[in-house]
T-cell receptor, first 114, second 115 residues
C-alpha cells in the first residue's frame, strides 16, 4: 500500500521569497515520486521526478526537491517565488512494482503576493 | 501544450444519462490513464490501458468503463450518471507501460456537469 500526505493545503508567500511545499509519503517498495503543477483550468504539468538516481532533483522553472528516505519526505522548494508560480501543486507517489499505480496527494494551493 | 487531447471540453447532462469522453494520447505514447478530479475527493486514478489492454485499475465505479482502441485513442464511458459524478476528468499518456518511473502527460480535461 502507498499513500502521500501534503502537509499544507494552502501556502502563501511574497514574491521573491522562498517556497517550501511539504510532502511525506508511505510506500512498501522503492517508490518513484513526482511533483506536478496545475494552473487554473489547465491540466497537470510535470515539475520534476525522482526515480532512484540522485536524491536532489532539479525541475523546471527553478524548482527542486530532495528525496529523504529516512524522513519519507519529498519536499518541493524554490529559492525565489514568481507571481506565475501561483497554482496548485500535487505530490505523487508511484509504486514501481504495481504497474506504476499512482497515488496523488490532496494538493497544495500556492498563493504569491506582490 | 502536452500533446494529449481530450474532447469535449465541457459536457452538461442529466442524471441517469450516459456520456463518452474521448482522449488521444501523445504521438508515440502507448499508455493512457484516466483520472477524476472533484472538490471532495481530490484527484483519483481510475484506470490505465497499455497498447489496448487494461493494465491497472483504481477507484473506478462499475457504472464506468473504458477502452483503448487500435489507434491508441481511448474512451471513458460513464453511465447512469449521478450528481456526484460531476467532476473534471483527465486523461494522461506515457510512453511505457507504467512501471512507476514513466512521466505522465496530462490533457486539459473534460468538465462534466450532471444536473
Amino acid at each position: 500500500a502507498q499513500s502521500v500526505t501534503q502537509l499544507d493545503s494552502h501556502v502563501s508567500v511574497s514574491e521573491g521569497t522562498p517556497v517550501l511545499l511539504r510532502c511525506n509519503y508511505s510506500s512498501s517498495y522503492s517508490p518513484s515520486l513526482f511533483w506536478y503543477v496545475q494552473h487554473p483550468n489547465k491540466g497537470l504539468q510535470l515539475l520534476l521526478k525522482y526515480t532512484s538516481a540522485a536524491t536532489l532533483v532539479k525541475g523546471i522553472n527553478g524548482f527542486e526537491a530532495e528525496f529523504k528516505k529516512s524522513e519519507t519526505s519529498f519536499h518541493l522548494t524554490k529559492p525565489s517565488a514568481h507571481m506565475s508560480d501561483a497554482a496548485e501543486y500535487f505530490c505523487v507517489v508511484s509504486d514501481r512494482t504495481n504497474a506504476g499505480k499512482s497515488t496523488f496527494g490532496d494538493g497544495t494551493t500556492l498563493t504569491v503576493k506582490p | 501544450d502536452s500533446g494529449v487531447t481530450q474532447t469535449p471540453k465541457h459536457l452538461i447532462t442529466a442524471t441517469g444519462q450516459r456520456v463518452t469522453l474521448r482522449c488521444s494520447p501523445r504521438s508515440g505514447d502507448l499508455s493512457v490513464y484516466w483520472y477524476q478530479q472533484s472538490l471532495d475527493q481530490g484527484l483519483q486514478f481510475l484506470i490505465q490501458y497499455y497498447n489496448g489492454e487494461e493494465r491497472a485499475k483504481g477507484n473506478i465505479l462499475e457504472r464506468f468503463s473504458a477502452q483503448q482502441f487500435p489507434d491508441l485513442h481511448s474512451e471513458l464511458n460513464l453511465s447512469s450518471l449521478e450528481l456526484g459524478d460531476s467532476a473534471l476528468y483527465f486523461c494522461a499518456s506515457s510512453v511505457g507501460q507504467g512501471t512507476g518511473t514513466d512521466t505522465q502527460y496530462f490533457g486539459p480535461g473534460t468538465r462534466l456537469t450532471v444536473l
